[in-house]
């Protein structure tokens, strides 16, 4: 009930940004965005504004495109064999896939924390300055970033004692929230978390969720979740994505409806949206 | 029925094991147990014909051209191993690995008939000495150990799961930082057994370092003076040897026979701590 409140508190003052001031800034701008796998159309004319320091929350059924299109924006698609993408992907106003921007550049603005944490076998202290060693960051700095990151993710209490403790020791829940802060430890401006609680148990799940509300006063946030409640209780917006017939037989990844969360679950323009939304399919 | 067949043909497998170490033992220990443990193995002069049965030499002819061998080995080996899962695309790495194994196919009689033919003659031109050398046996054995070096580095390259470099590419890490500060520390205890599984290649070759080590029982004063190895000192000598003789070559084979088990026993605690 208490997260519900602030869920609707949040939501309104959002709404009251977005619609009442003009100056709600895009961060992350898609415009005739496709994105193609070999002969498989992933994403078709996806065009869409994402808000600085909101969570967007990217919903649809599974191997609708959701994970592919939250890897356009920090270009981890590029790793995909085949993988091929057209139209514009802006950040800032700068272009994503221009051939002369610099796409570890790009990664270091862009942090991604994936569906299962993927610590590394290394010490908790290894794995959050992995980063900051490999940008160039001089080494007496590391414990102070090691010690924001892991503040920022509330693990400092827990963890300030065994810093050299193997992070694979840790709980799920503490080795996603790890993640997130070796991620932060990068200084992003943008998080993209990719079902990032599916593997969770209901307790980690919260702590991660909270964090995101915390962490939204400072960074753009893009998720991906399965879970309607999750998107519910912690998105400022959301999109709707689902394979749609494209040309021919081909189907291909569309983004149907984008609004803020409460409209887009209170009042879906898309019955296609309404019927996911209430579980008839998905 | 057929369940105590198999049992007694597995059975046949340990029992060489077990055949081999004992013969060699009950040969060979009281060679040892007669000259003193500490005089066989740091004994410096080897002379049969006077009863002087010192391997100290020996033992430093093995671990020099060992030593040398996975230090030109091992980088090449690692190297390709990183070439093979990270960079060469798929129809290279189809190419690489089957020339690979085939390198482990050619007989070490064929390496050292090589190695006698090509690279001796050229580091008694290049680089002085007689060419029957340290280095010689060194470069042999580097390439002998590449299969072994190579396919297991290989392997637990291939075993990470694939999430790591992910995560390290997210961090906006370039591919080789990725490889060097994430894949390659991951992979740590694999890369480890591959080289001690190739040191133990190494140290127990015979044939191909016969040929091209020069065999000179003295102690070597630069990679470019001839030596001669545990394995070798049984192979040139046990042609004619009898007697005493005899004993301390299967002497001179327990010492061999406990460093090869020692690192292979190294080689799979490593991987198993895991």
């Known amino acids: 009930m208490k997260r519900f409140l602030r869920f609707s508190l949040k939501s309104s003052c959002c709404s009251t940004i977005i619609f009442n001031m003009p100056e709600a800034v895009a961060k992350i701008s898609t415009v005739g965005l496709n994105l193609h796998y070999g002969s498989f159309h992933a994403l078709k004319n996806v065009s869409m504004d994402i808000y600085a320091r909101q969570i967007t929350a990217i919903i649809g059924p599974s191997g609708c495109g959701k994970s592919s299109l939250l890897r356009v924006f920090n270009r981890m698609n590029d790793l995909i064999p085949g993988a091929k993408v057209t139209g514009s992907v802006t950040i800032d106003g700068s272009d994503v896939y221009d051939k002369t921007s610099d796409v570890t550049e790009l990664r270091k603005r862009v942090g991604m924390v994936f569906q299962k944490p993927n610590v590394f076998p290394a010490s908790v202290y290894e794995n959050i300055s992995i980063g900051p060693k490999n940008h160039g960051v001089a080494k007496n700095e590391w414990d102070k970033i090691v010690e924001r990151s892991l503040r920022q993710v509330a693990l400092w209490d827990e963890l300030k004692d065994g810093l050299k403790k193997p992070g694979q020791g840790l709980s799920l829940g503490q080795q996603q929230r790890l993640c997130i802060a070796r991620a932060l430890a990068v200084e992003p401006d943008v998080i993209l978390m990719d079902e990032s609680c599916s593997a969770l148990d209901p307790e980690s799940t919260m702590k991660i969720e909270d964090l995101m509300n915390v962490l939204a006063e400072l960074y753009t946030i893009v998720i991906v979740t399965h879970n309607m409640e999750q998107a519910l209780r912690v998105s400022d917006y959301a999109a709707f994505i689902m394979l749609a017939d494209g040309d021919g037989e081909n189907k291909a990844g569309t983004l149907f409806e984008y609004a803020p969360t409460i409209d887009l679950f209170s009042n879906p323009k898309h019955k296609y949206t309404e019927d996911y939304i209430t579980g008839r399919f998905g | ?274």
């Open chain 2, 1 to 274: 029925m057929s369940k105590y067949v198999f049992f007694i043909l597995a059975l046949s497998s340990i029992s060489a094991l077990a055949l081999i170490t004992i013969f060699i033992i009950s040969r060979g220990a009281p060679i040892i147990g007669e000259v003193g443990f500490f005089d066989f193995v740091f004994g410096m002069t080897w002379a049969p014909g006077r009863g002087e049965y010192g391997i100290f030499p020996m033992i430093v002819g093995s671990v020099t051209v060992t030593l040398g061998a996975a230090a030109l080995g091992v980088p090449i080996g690692i190297c390709c191993s990183i070439f093979m899962t990270e960079f060469a695309p798929a129809a290279l790495r189809n190419f690489f690995r089957p020339a690979i194994q085939l390198l482990a196919g050619i007989p070490s009689v064929v390496y050292g008939f090589w190695g006698l033919i090509f690279i001796v003659p050229l580091i008694r031109e290049y680089l002085g000495g007689p060419g029957l050398s340290i280095l010689a046996g060194a470069v042999i054995l580097a390439i002998m150990i590449l299969p072994t070096v190579i396919s297991i580095t290989e392997v637990s390259i291939l075993a990470l799961p694939p999430e790591y470099k992910a995560g390290a590419m997210a961090l906006g890490l370039n591919h080789w930082q990725a490889i060097k500060t994430v894949l390659l520390p991951a992979a740590k205890s694999g890369i480890v057994a591959a080289v001690i599984l190739g040191i133990g290649r190494a140290i127990g070759e015979t044939m191909a370092v016969i040929m091209v080590l020069g065999n000179a029982v003295a102690l070597p004063q630069s990679i470019l003076d001839p030596v001669r190895t545990l394995t070798t000192n049984i192979g040139i000598e046990m042609g004619y040897a009898s007697g005493t003789q005899s004993q301390a070559l299967f002497a001179t084979g327990i010492v061999l026979f406990a460093v090869i088990m020692l690192l292979n026993a190294a080689a799979q605690f490593i991987t198993r701590k895991k």
